[in-house]
């Protein structure tokens, strides 16, 4: 087993994972046009502030458990963008197209 804690800020992270939870908030939620938009620039930012530090010991695992803490409690990391997204596609076809 092999730990790596990462640097980053607690402040950065904050402001990250806040940014993209306003993309996941339901709460005024009515029609698909009150639909907010999702950051997938920003998810794949913080993606890679994650893990690319730690992706040459993550080639070849079968298995990866994150232990997230602060901010990252509340945020599934399944909505972070594993490759930079098309910035080309408009409406839901953009998150379709997104890793």
Do not use: C
Request: hydrophobic fraction near 40%; charged fraction near 25%.
């Amino acid at each position: 087993m092999l730990v790596k804690e990462i640097d980053l800020g607690s402040k950065e992270l904050d402001e990250a994972v806040t940014a993209l939870r306003e993309g996941l908030d339901p709460t005024n939620v009515r029609t698909l046009a009150n639909i907010p938009s999702f950051n997938t620039t920003r998810a794949f930012a913080l993606f890679q502030k994650i893990f690319q530090p730690v992706e040459h010991i993550l080639d070849g695992a079968r298995h990866v458990f994150v232990v997230p803490d602060g901010a990252l409690q509340s945020l599934p990391l399944g909505v972070l963008v594993t490759k930079e997204p098309k910035t080309q596609l408009d409406g839901f076809a953009r998150y379709r197209k997104t890793a």
